[in-house]
């Protein structure tokens, strides 16, 4: 069992800057590729970044490139979302997400474990 607690959500202004944090525990965190996805109100889930085992491997969704980063620090069993240029339509849940899959899935069939999501809520 892998539990995934995330941090870091608010309200911010259009322009802003957030950092989500995940916090793991339970089995070892490095065996496990993340992910964070998010699901805003009458919209589908979508994930926006995942990071392999490693963090060698790393994905992000068309809507967030050269904006989030996601990264990993395996000693810290903790993955971050480092969230800049924040816009409204990045307003949303966002949720942290384990697999055991080596390599970064955007899939969110493949993961196993999830976190109980944060808020972030990005006003114009």
């Known amino acids: 069992q892998v539990q995934l607690v995330e941090s870091g959500g608010g309200l911010v202004q259009a322009g802003d800057s957030l950092r989500l944090s995940c916090a793991a525990s339970?089995?070892?965190?490095?065996?496990?590729?993340s992910g964070w996805f998010r699901q805003a109100p009458g919209k589908e889930r979508e994930c926006v970044a995942a990071?392999?085992?490693?963090?060698?491997?790393?994905r992000y969704a068309d809507s967030v490139k050269g904006r989030f980063t996601i990264s990993r620090d395996n000693a810290k069993n903790t993955v971050y979302l480092q969230m800049n240029s924040l816009k409204p339509e990045d307003t949303a849940v966002y949720y942290c997400?384990?697999?055991?899959?080596?390599?970064?899935?955007?899939?969110?069939?493949?993961?196993?474990?999830w976190g109980q999501g944060t808020q972030v809520t990005v006003s114009s």
């Open positions: 339970g089995r070892t965190f490095s065996r496990y590729g």
């Open positions: 990071i392999s085992r490693s963090g060698s491997i790393i």
């Open positions: 997400a384990a697999t055991s899959l080596y390599s970064a899935t955007s899939y969110g069939h493949d993961y196993t474990y």
